[in-house]
């Protein structure tokens, strides 16, 4: 099987615009979750978020287009363009039929959607934009940068709650190496920061309540735990085999060399707490990659902060590294800016990929006091290790497990 490439970033955090800023920010260790202010949350159990505040400044959609689409389409439009940017790549000289795109989202666009029906109930069908039917629904952003672009191949949205994004990249893989596109871009999008997905996102169970203390409140691993903080964004590769991106000259930052992802059928919302089935997905992922357990040189964790996941999947990983398991280190950046659903493993890949290049691996902060001691946390502060190979986790209700294998170009 061909290797797959990655000549491309695009990324749309909290943490950062583009890849610079991300990586600056989130080496630094610094929380960027904050108290909801775009809209009053006060009455909700957990109303803090990763927000991202400055995103028109970095936009290229003009203001026509965006009066048409949701907040997690503009987003993906501003990191596909980040990510054809940073790969050099000009879209017009590319074939569109052999350019496809394949996103994930866990929730859709529901900014546009509560708004267009609150004006429903108010002014009646009059009062919907003709454009409501196209802004909300989970494939927009693909439709979006499919014409943004004028790409026509092969294309594919993943809807797998939280392990929407690394799906849809494990797809997009299995895609290129077979030979049938010459480039997909490739990744995931949310904007659940809006009143509707806010109250979504409490009923579902798992928030941190934790509103006072808000730079602090996303603790996963740690005794003091109580639950994950929502985020916003965006995240997007250019993704290519090998002898094409070489052939080109293109600068490959990594190679998605593994992919395996398996179900748990235990229950409609918790995973099964022996982590059985993520064990196998990782077990696959590495498989795929044609490697053994020991040359996984850094684990970048899922980190729901939530009891049963969190021990789940520290379970799932003592299955497969063994006693080999406190060697390696392991961390969960997205404590600094959120857990972005449908995005959030894609997030996690773009930043283990600027890991590998730094030879610095981000922290998980808010981790004073794990609650399996002995493995090799990397807490508060970056540290600096040389990554080859890493492996990436996402995971999403109903026992959905993702898993990817990343290495170094």
């Known amino acids: ?56 400044k970095y ?21 596909a363009e980040m990510a054809l940017q940073d790969a050099g790549i000009d879209i017009k000289k590319e074939d569109p039929n052999l350019v496809g795109i394949f996103l994930g989202n ?49 294309s594919k949205t993943v809807v797998a709650d939280r392990a929407g994004s690394v799906e849809a990249i494990g797809y997009a893989r299995k895609t290129l190496s077979k030979g049938k596109l010459n480039m997909i871009l490739a990744g995931g999008m949310e904007a659940p ?35 994950f903080v929502i985020g916003e964004g965006a995240g997007i590769l250019v993704m290519e085999p090998e002898e094409r991106a070489k052939a080109r000259g293109a600068n490959i930052a990594a190679y998605v060399s593994g992919y395996g992802t398996s179900c748990d059928g235990y229950n409609r919302i918790t995973p099964d707490p022996k982590g059985l089935q993520l064990a196998r997905a990782i077990k696959t992922a590495l498989s795929d990659a044609g490697i053994t357990a020991d040359k996984i040189d850094y684990i970048s964790l899922d ?43 894609v997030v996690d890949l773009i930043a283990t990929i600027l890991a590998m290049e730094n030879s610095l691996i981000p922290p998980t902060v808010n981790l004073d006091d794990p609650v399996y001691p002995g493995l090799n946390y990397i807490m508060k502060e970056a540290k600096e290790h040389k990554i080859n190979k890493a492996l990436i986790i996402s995971r999403g209700r109903g026992g959905i497990n993702s898993v990817l294998v990343v290495e170094k170009a």
């Open 303 to 345: 980190g729901l902060a939530v009891n049963i996941w969190d021990n789940s999947e520290i379970e799932a990983i003592k299955n497969v590294f063994g006693a080999g398991l406190k060697n390696i280190p392991i961390s969960c950046p997205k404590s600094m800016f959120g857990n972005l659903l449908g995005a959030s493993g």
């Open 59 to 79: 936009s290229h959609v003009s203001e026509r287009l965006l009066k048409k689409i949701d907040a997690f389409s503009h987003m993906a439009l501003i990191a």
């Open 1 to 56: 099987m061909e290797k797959v490439a990655v000549t491309g970033l695009g990324i749309v955090a909290p943490s950062g615009i583009g890849r610079r800023q991300f990586w600056a920010n989130i080496k630094s260790g610094r929380s960027f979750i904050k108290e909801i202010t775009r809209f009053d949350a006060s009455r909700y159990p957990s109303r803090i978020a990763g927000q991202i505040d400055d995103l028109e």
């Open 193 to 227: 920061v809006t009143p509707y997905a806010l109250l979504c996102c409490n009923t579902y169970g798992g928030l941190s309540v934790d509103n006072a203390h808000p730079e602090n409140a996303y603790r996963p691993f740690d005794k003091k735990r109580g639950g």
């Open 106 to 154: 866990a929730i859709g666009g529901w900014l546009y959607a509560e708004t267009e029906l609150r004006d429903l109930y108010i002014e009646g069908r009059e009062g919907v934009s003709p454009y409501m039917a196209s802004a909300w629904f989970p494939a927009a952003p693909q439709g979006q940068v499919s014409i943004y672009y004028g790409i026509k191949g092969f």
